[in-house]
Structures are given as C-alpha cells and as structure tokens.
C-alpha cells in the first residue's frame, strides 16, 4: 500500500501522542505514587505576597475575597504572613490593603510602579518565613491549600510545591475554554509530578522554599515569565517541584480575546527564551524531564506549526478545486443538501481510527483528572470547544511568538504588543 503524505503525518502524530498517552497512563497507574500526608508537627512558617496594582473601585471586592480567603486559611495563624505589596496603584488599593493591617497583614508600597516581578521581590525581602508564596489580586485560596501543600517540604529535595490552578465559575465561552486548558495543564503537571519532571511552576501560590531564593537569587525582572525561569533554576540544580492535585487554587481567566491571545503570546515567547537559556537540562543528567519532557515539548511545538501550516494549504488548495468543479461542471444547489445514506461507503482505515481512539483518550484523561481534582465544572460541552477551538489559537499564539522570538522582538503587556 503506498502511502500519502497525509497518511504519514497522521501515522507520526498518532504515534507521538499515542506513546505520549502510554507513558502518562502506565504513570498513573504506578503502584510507586508519591503520597505526602498532613502531618499536624510539621509547621514551618509561610509568608504569602501579594502584589498589587489599581484593584481598588469596582475591583475591589475582588482584593477583599484574595485577602479573606488567605486570612480563612486553616493554616495556624501564628505561622501565616500575610504582605501585600502596593506597586503604585492610583486608586484607593492601598487604602483597601491598610484597611487588614488590623488583622495582621503587613502592607508595603512604592510610589511608582516597577512591574509585577520587582513587586515581589521586594516582599521576598521583608518575608520572614520558611516557605514563600505569591497570590496574584484576582486569585483566591480554598480553606485547605496551605495544609496539603506545606508537607511536601518535609523532603528536603523539594524546593516547590504547587496546587491545582482553575477558573473559578467561568460563564463566557473564552472562560470556558480557558476553563479546559487549565484543567489539562493541572492533569499534566499531575503527572509530570509524579516523574519529577515539572517544567512549570505557575506563579499562582506556589510554594517555594526561602532557603532557596535566598541562596540562588530572586526572580529575574529581565523575563516575561519568571515563574518558568525559577522553576526551570530548581531544576538545573537538580531539586524537585511537586505537585498536589487536590489543592485548589482559583483564577478568574481574562474576559477578552485580545489579552487571551498576548497573555499566550507571552508565555510562549518567554518559554522560547528560557529554552535557550537553559538548553544545557536536555541532558540524561536531568532524567525524565531532559529525556522525555523537554524533548516532547519542543516536538509538540514544532509540530503544531507544521499542522497548521499544512492545514491551511490543504485549505486552500481543496477551496480552489472545489471552486474550480464548479466553474467546470456548473453549480447544482441540491449537491450541498445530498446526503449518502450508504454507511459502508464510508472508508474506516487506521487514518481514521487513530485520530478517533486519541480523541477518546483525550477525554479519558480529562475524566480522571475532573475526579481526582475534584473539579465541580461539567466538562463534556466544553471539552468539545476547546478541542475544537483551542488548537487553532494556539497554534497562530506559538506562530506569532516564533516569529517575534526571530525577530528579536519583545513581548509585553499593553495595547503595544511587541516592539523591536
């Protein structure tokens, strides 16, 4: 049987993401799972940061619930620090964070604004704890987190620990969709976990290890995506990030597709970046994540710009021959209404069954990790959006940011995306 260039990429696609799908299954199945019980002797101190900049207004309910959420943790009280940092906000948020100094929080501001990043490190400074975390404004904590993630730390290879991010009660379909794509990315740092091979350690309440920064340094201002930058630090000094899946987490995603698509944009321009940086941990000498985890990421990459690409030429090209029967033949409206009521004139071949089987396997996976996540949102509907939808943004999110990254272009927020 000679086989077509279209039948090939489906056969290598299917192959990557059916091995892919064998590793993470034969991990999930592991009779060798990690497991860190709460252990009420262990309660080493946890400072909590929290930047903010103009979440004061019709924002600022939204602070008050970050701020509530931590100060209802059932964390012991006289082992929690809680420090908000002002990043010259010029609305009332200072005076909303001022307003809980009574209850403990301690407050510190700056005139002018210096970015997220530098915000927090200026917190990192007056921070007296063992363990650190930052909380962004419009994230807030389940009772519990603290308690699930704090015992991870009694291993002293672990220098993070990191929950369950979600978006909370998502009602538009952007947030919907975001809804899925953060619950497929809690399902992979799951099992990446459980390989001790996190790439990523999101910036929402991971908790960190001071000793750590305190050796090897702060977060770097000079990258969009400090958060990987750390992580992918802890990893080259050979230590561990962990992952506890039922420690929630909530976000509530943006609202427009524009910031969706830069938000993106920067992530994955940053993750070229740091890729380069750190190209030495694609090595044995890391273990799974320099044998398995980064090299599948950067296949995973490539091969979403070539699909795409691929996919919009056969587009194209089979838009024209259509075009073109119809110029030849003539145009019959009652073509576009027939329908073949044949069944067994529809070719079932390993091309179609392939991509079939890694669809239910897709949404198997999605299953699992909506139950051991505890994940209240139902998924059917919109796993089939962003199934449907989210390949073809992110694929033209990972183009623009190629593009930018050659170009030598930098990526920021703000209606002035990029600039040379």
């Known amino acids: 049987m000679q086989l077509s260039f279209h039948n090939i990429l489906i056969y290598l696609l299917s192959f990557i993401g059916l091995f892919t799908s064998i590793v993470y299954f034969l991990t999930i199945f592991s009779p060798n799972k990690k497991k860190y019980e709460p252990d009420p002797n262990y309660r080493p101190k946890v400072s909590i940061i929290v930047p903010i900049w103009n979440e004061g207004s019709a ?53 002018k604004s210096q970015g997220k990043t530098k915000a927090i490190n200026l917190g990192l400074k007056y921070a007296t704890g063992e363990l650190i975390a930052g909380l962004d404004a419009d994230s807030f904590i389940e009772p519990d987190v603290l308690d699930k993630l704090v015992p991870c730390f009694k291993d002293k290879n672990v220098m993070g620990a990191i929950p369950s991010i979600k978006i909370w009660k998502p009602k538009r379909f952007l947030q919907k969709v975001q809804s899925q794509e953060f619950l497929s990315a809690v399902f992979i740092r799951h099992l990446q976990s459980e390989l001790g091979a996190i790439p990523l350690a999101p910036g929402a309440f991971t908790l960190v290890r001071k000793s750590f920064i305190d050796k090897h340094g702060l977060l770097s201002s000079k990258t969009m995506v400090e958060d990987l930058e750390l992580s992918l630090r802890i990893q080259s000094k050979n230590y561990l990030i962990e992952n506890v899946i039922d420690a929630n987490v909530y976000t509530s995603g943006v609202k427009t597709f524009k910031i969706f698509v830069n938000q993106r944009i920067r992530w994955f321009y940053g993750f070229l970046i740091q890729l380069k940086r750190y190209k030495h941990l694609f090595s044995k000498k890391y273990g799974n994540l320099g044998v398995f985890i980064l090299p599948v990421s950067v296949i995973f990459v490539f091969l979403t710009v070539f699909v795409f690409f691929y996919s919009m030429i056969m587009i194209i090209y089979n838009s024209i021959k259509w075009i073109r029967e119809i110029y030849l033949v003539g145009f ?63 694929s033209l999110c990972w183009i623009l940011a190629i593009y930018y990254y050659i170009r030598k272009k930098k990526v920021k927020w703000g209606p002035n995306y990029f600039s040379s």
């Open 332 to 394: 019959q409206p009652t073509n576009l209404f027939e329908f073949n009521r044949d069944l067994f004139l529809i070719r079932i071949d390993n091309t179609t069954i392939l991509p079939v089987l890694l669809l239910i396997v897709a949404f198997s996976f999605m299953l699992y990790i909506k139950a051991v996540s505890k994940e209240r949102q139902g998924i059917t509907l919109p796993f089939i959006s962003f199934i449907s939808s989210y390949w073809f943004l992110g």
């Open 59 to 111: 924002q600022g309910e939204r602070l008050r619930k970050t701020i509530n959420s931590l100060l209802n943790c059932t964390y012991p009280k006289d082992k929690l620090e809680i420090i908000i940092v002002n990043d010259g906000s010029t609305d009332n948020s200072l005076e909303i964070a001022k307003s809980y100094e009574v209850l403990g929080v301690k407050v510190l501001s700056r005139n």
